[in-house]
């Protein structure tokens, strides 16, 4: 069974900075496109960011474009988010999820497979 599991999460001041990571098992990286997702209380899932099977094309949501950064190291089955200049509004669970689809989505219902979650709270 494939396994994703987020880690990295925290609380930080408006601002502030967090690199999350996703750590990917059971499956050749280089086989799936990988994207990040973020929930609000109250909220729907929407996307953040996604990139593709070996790195070489990235794709983001107008709200985090400039501030947030995607990759991945398909050798150690990674894939990490660097958040930067972080806004109360960025608070959310985040997740990790993967997509056999090589094409560019913003869907989430064309991922595959989806991580627990890890949480960020940002203080204002």
């Known amino acids: 069974q494939v396994q994703l599991v987020e880690s990295g999460g925290g609380k930080v001041q408006d601002g502030g900075s967090l690199r999350l990571s996703c750590a990917a098992s059971?499956?050749?990286?280089?086989?799936?496109?990988m994207g990040w997702f973020r929930q609000a209380p109250g909220k729907e899932r929407e996307f953040v960011a996604a990139?593709?099977?070996?790195?070489?094309?990235?794709y983001y949501a107008d709200s985090v474009k400039g501030r947030f950064t995607i990759s991945r190291d398909n050798a150690k089955n990674t894939v990490d988010l660097q958040m930067n200049i972080l806004k109360p509004e960025d608070m959310a669970i985040y997740y990790c999820?993967?997509?056999?689809?090589?094409?560019?989505?913003?869907?989430?219902?064309?991922?595959?497979?989806w991580g627990q979650g890890t949480q960020v709270t940002v203080s204002s």
């Open positions: 999820a993967a997509s056999r689809s090589s094409s560019p989505t913003r869907n989430p219902n064309d991922y595959d497979y």
């Open positions: 059971r499956l050749t990286s280089s086989n799936y496109r």
């Open positions: 990139i593709s099977r070996f790195g070489s094309a990235t």
